[in-house]
């Protein structure tokens, strides 16, 4: 909080402010960050390869970052302790852990963003809700998220309070927002059109989407008084008792993808939704494909395939382009399950015969759903043991599923199951 760090277009940084405890010296060689967050007293770095890399003061363990921790999307630095958002929505937090501040409450995911204070930590959910743990005292408010909040995009955290900016611009914060936590400063009266928030220890700074930029709350050392007659601010981000902002317009990040659905198999009928999040320079523009071909009138960050029938199966993907570069998603695999239609057997001679099965609402199967059928064959419907995989003479025909089972003419009998999974 009592130093600032940079991040530059390149994936390098550059640091200045208190250097006590080694927090703005940057690392020799680090390079590739895409985030940065700066606690009290250290510094926390997010590598491109989703890695965290931290320095600076460790009394609590704030700068071990797990072993392992891979897959993060965002971090954030408390007073001693560090957060971190991975890209399935889940948090891992370390360091200080006095009142709870580095447990993670049971079963919390959904997160697209997260927050670390003085004495607490905040999860912003995909929801638009909020969820805050740690200090439970005398002074707790930074904890009590206010009942019914909701529609937030973006939250930023103090030293002993929050403050969240809301999808129609307007901001909503709580906790003590005073150096002696004696009370609140108000937000201003008809504060609107804002489209980013930060937080320093005991004020708040907002952005408006005209470029212009609001800050209230302790002035200290000046931290709120806005240079008369600023304009054009792309970015603002605060520290404990200083404020900062990037005039003009930054050079474009290319996209990054953080976050994407992941494979799903339905029942033919429902409705199955894909999306994906990336960060970088808005705007962006999207494409979605299938197999490889480009989905028309499909560019948005959401795609849905409503009332899905088998020949929608296939690989999804989206390609996410702004003014920087271009990034392409892995592969969703989606699987349309249809309940299947036994055709009676078909004597092939020798005792030998044939099965052949199919989609029940007429749809033509192909080899591509062949690896999700099952065909199973039994000579005593009774024991459930004795079951086994039918895997040789298992072809598609006509769309259809055709087995010519040669191990029938030496059973008495043999019943058979298709299961799809």
């Not at 009332?307 to 382009?321: E, F």
Request: proline share 5%; glycine share 14%; hydrophobic share 40%.
């Amino acid at each position: 909080m009592y130093h600032t760090a940079v991040l530059k277009n390149k994936g390098t940084l550059l640091a200045w402010g208190l250097n006590a405890n080694g927090q703005a010296t940057v690392p020799a060689g680090l390079s590739g960050v895409t985030a940065i967050a700066c606690g009290q007293f250290h510094t926390v770095a997010l590598i491109s390869d989703g890695t965290v890399v931290a320095w600076g003061l460790n009394d609590y363990g704030q700068t071990n970052v797990p072993a392992g921790l891979s897959g993060v999307t965002a971090i954030a630095a408390g007073l001693g302790h560090t957060v971190a958002l991975r890209s399935d929505g889940t948090v891992v937090a370390w360091g200080d852990n006095r009142s709870g501040l580095s447990s993670v409450p049971s079963g919390l995911s959904d997160v697209v963003a997260i927050g670390a204070g003085t004495w607490h930590t905040v999860a912003l959910k995909r929801d638009g809700t909020v969820a805050a743990w740690g200090y439970i005292g005398p002074f707790p408010g930074a904890v009590r998220v206010p009942s019914g909040l909701s529609n937030v995009v973006a939250i930023a955290t103090g030293g002993h309070h929050v403050v969240a900016l809301k999808s129609d611009g307007t901001v909503v914060q709580w906790g003590n927002l005073d150096e002696y936590m004696s009370g609140i400063v108000p937000v201003p009266d008809g504060l609107s059109g804002v489209k980013a928030v930060a937080a320093g220890f005991a004020f708040n700074v907002a952005l408006k989407t005209n470029g212009t930029v609001v800050a209230w709350g302790d002035n200290t050392e000046g931290q709120t008084n806005v240079p008369a007659g600023l304009g054009g601010i792309t970015a603002i981000a605060a520290g404990a008792r200083h404020t900062m902002g990037i005039l003009g317009t930054a050079p474009a990040i290319a996209p990054t993808i953080i976050r994407q659905t992941g494979n799903q198999a339905v029942a033919a009928g429902q409705n199955v939704s894909f999306s994906v999040t990336a960060t970088g320079t808005a705007p962006f523009s999207h494409q979605w494909h299938k197999d490889g071909t480009n989905l028309a009138g499909q560019t948005g960050p959401v795609l849905t395939v409503t009332n899905v029938v088998r020949g929608q199966s296939g690989l999804y993907s989206v390609t996410v382009t702004n003014a920087a570069g271009t990034v392409t998603s892995g592969g969703y695999r989606l699987r349309v399950l249809v309940p299947q239609r036994l055709q009676p057997p078909e004597p092939l001679g020798s005792g030998q015969f044939r099965l052949r099965f199919g989609d029940s609402d007429g749809g033509t199967l192909t080899t591509n759903d062949l690896p999700g059928f099952e065909v199973w064959g039994t000579t005593n419907l009774s024991n459930t043991n004795a079951w086994v995989r039918v895997t040789n003479g298992v072809s598609v025909t006509n769309g259809h599923v055709q087995v010519d089972d040669a191990d029938s003419p030496s059973l008495p009998r043999r019943f058979y199951r298709v299961i799809e999974r």
